[in-house]
């Protein structure tokens, strides 16, 4: 979206600066449609994640990309022509589903099969699994340059990532483990 006319319109004149042919973010405030660099680049992109999905597909369903691309431009299919091209393996009934996933669980066909929803499945809560138990690993997300001191924020918005403050980061959350323990 553009809101360039728009703002024009409300009398807003945004005050962004533009340095280098893609560097585009503020387009959409500055300009009324998309910028040939724009469009390059979001055409690149669209074309790489394509081309990321048609290898996918061709991988896991054991086709040629160009097979794939085929299928692509012949779509949509309905499951019946689906499994025919060899986009899915089966297309069954939900009580045909759960007579595979009985039999497979060594269910008798006259036992009850009771499925769970996944919103049921989240309000079990861990520790009436036993699941926090035991040892625990900690994974602490931390972004920047490693220095030695304090982390800190430079002018131009980088961070740093100090030893001294990720090391207390580490004790704090490995002492608060022990403590629910």
Do not use: W
């Not at 085929?70 to 899915?88: F, R, V």
């Not at 393996?89 to 006259?110: F, T």
């Amino acid at each position: 979206m553009f809101f360039r006319g728009s703002l024009d319109k409300l009398g807003i004149y945004p005050d962004i600066y533009q340095i280098g042919k893609y560097k585009s973010a503020g387009d959409m405030f500055t300009q009324k449609t998309m910028t040939d660099a724009h469009r390059e680049y979001v055409n690149a992109l669209l074309d790489d994640l394509y081309g990321r999905y048609v290898n996918a597909i061709a991988q896991a369903r054991h086709k040629t990309p160009e097979e794939v691309k085929t299928l692509i431009d012949n779509a949509p299919y309905n499951a019946a022509k689906a499994k025919e091209a060899g986009l899915i393996d089966e297309s069954l009934y939900r009580d045909d589903v759960e007579k595979q996933i009985k039999a497979s669980l060594g269910y008798k066909d006259s036992d009850t099969f009771t499925p769970v929803r996944g919103a049921d499945y989240r309000e079990v809560s861990p520790e009436s699994l036993g699941l926090n138990e035991g040892e625990r690993i900690a994974v602490i997300y931390a972004t920047g340059d490693i220095g030695s001191s304090s982390s800190a924020n430079s002018p131009s918005g980088d961070q740093s990532i100090g030893s001294d403050t990720l090391g207390q980061s580490s004790e704090r959350c490995c002492s608060r483990q022990n403590d629910q323990s």
